[in-house]
């Protein structure tokens, strides 16, 4: 257990849908990554949060947004769904900034039809 | 454009030989290197980690290299388990990497098979 949550661990939505995926941290991290696995592909970094901020931009759509919470949860909204945005999606955690490995969570598995 | 390359998409050894896992990047201002496990249904498991100011980090079975010049690093599993078989990413981050530190670029994995 890496010690990350995220609910739900499966959605199936129809397209055009608004959907939330929503991860909370490792006790005591302040950062907060979330990835995209599409069928073939690596993980696709999408965003970060520090301590409720944004700290950077991956290959994230402009149809997604994300943000994180004082409490230190994040949410990642999907809005307009297509098939294409059917995935894996994994939020990730780490402590402090720079050089250390994240921890990732289990993963919601997004299918849009 | 990738920038962590692995080119290997899958790997078949039999138990108790050695596995070796490779993994290519192309920015230099990487500098901090990271393998991953990852089962079926599963997030990705950290496994070990080497900085750039190293060329070989061990832990147990696991041992991986740097060569910085070729831009290559590698993961060597001695002995290789069944258990061992997953998809094992490849991932870099660097501290002035697109102005934030910490998030990493994977490559797209190898799937390693260690066969009984």
């Known amino acids: 257990d890496s010690g990350v949550t995220q609910t739900p661990k499966h959605l199936i939505t129809a397209t055009g849908q608004r959907v939330t995926l929503r991860c909370s941290p490792r006790?005591?991290?302040?950062?907060v990554y979330w990835y995209q696995q599409s069928l073939d592909q690596g993980l696709q970094f999408l965003i970060q949060?520090?301590?409720?901020?944004?700290?950077a931009k991956g290959n994230i759509l402009e149809r997604f947004s994300a943000q994180q919470f004082p409490d230190l949860h994040s949410e990642l909204n999907l809005s307009s769904l297509e098939l294409g945005d059917s995935a894996l999606y994994f939020c990730a955690s780490s402590g402090l900034q720079g050089n250390t490995e994240a921890f990732f969570g289990q993963g919601t598995r997004l299918t849009v039809v | 454009d990738q920038q962590v390359k692995q080119n290997s998409p899958s790997l078949s050894v039999q138990e108790g030989r050695i596995s070796i896992l490779n993994c290519d990047y192309t920015n230099s201002m990487f500098d901090y290197f990271l393998w991953y496990k990852k089962y079926p249904a599963e997030g990705p498991t950290f496994l070990i980690s080497i900085s750039s100011i190293k060329d070989k980090n061990e832990d147990g079975r696991f041992t991986v290299f740097l060569n910085k010049s070729a831009k290559h690093l590698s993961l060597h599993i001695v002995p290789s388990q069944p258990g061992d078989s997953a998809v094992y990413f490849c991932?870099?981050?660097?501290?002035?990497?697109?102005?934030?530190?910490?998030?990493?670029?994977f490559g797209k994995g190898t799937k390693l098979s260690v066969k009984p």
């Open positions: 991932a870099a981050s660097g501290w002035n990497y697109g102005g934030s530190q910490g998030n990493l670029i």
């Open positions: 006790s005591g991290d302040l950062s």
């Open positions: 949060y520090y301590n409720g901020e944004e700290r």
